[in-house]
């Protein structure tokens, strides 16, 4: 079993920056892909970035490309969402999440374990 922590999150203005750590105990997710989705009030979760197990293939909602960054540390067993220039639509719940697979999906389906959340609020 695996299990993900968030954290990180917090409030942060319009144009600020945050990073999201997600660390795995349990079995080790080394070999898993990763990803990164959120939830804003109101509507349905949604991709946000994923990684592979090497993390040599990155892949990013076009909403947050060139603003945030996916990493991971397989020593630490963490994973990290780097978030620059924050917009309030950024404003939302993000989880983390593992999939038994090496490489990196984009859809909750794909994914078969899920953090908790931490709350992400970008005033304006």
């Known amino acids: 079993q695996v299990q993900l922590v968030e954290s990180g999150g917090g409030l942060v203005q319009a144009g600020g920056s945050l990073r999201l750590s997600c660390a795995s105990s349990?079995?080790?997710?080394?070999?898993?892909?990763m990803g990164w989705f959120r939830r804003a009030p109101g509507k349905e979760r949604e991709f946000v970035a994923g990684?592979?197990?090497?993390?040599?293939?990155?892949q990013y909602a076009d909403s947050v490309k060139g603003r945030f960054t996916i990493s991971r540390d397989n020593a630490k067993n963490t994973v990290y969402l780097q978030m620059s220039s924050l917009k309030p639509e950024d404003t939302a719940v993000y989880y983390c999440?593992?999939?038994?697979?090496w490489g990196l999906g984009t859809v909750e389906y794909e994914y078969d374990y899920w953090g908790q959340g931490t709350q992400v609020t970008v005033s304006s």
């Open positions: 349990g079995r080790t997710v080394s070999s898993y892909g």
């Open positions: 999440a593992a999939r038994e697979n």
């Open positions: 990684i592979s197990w090497r993390g040599t293939s990155t």
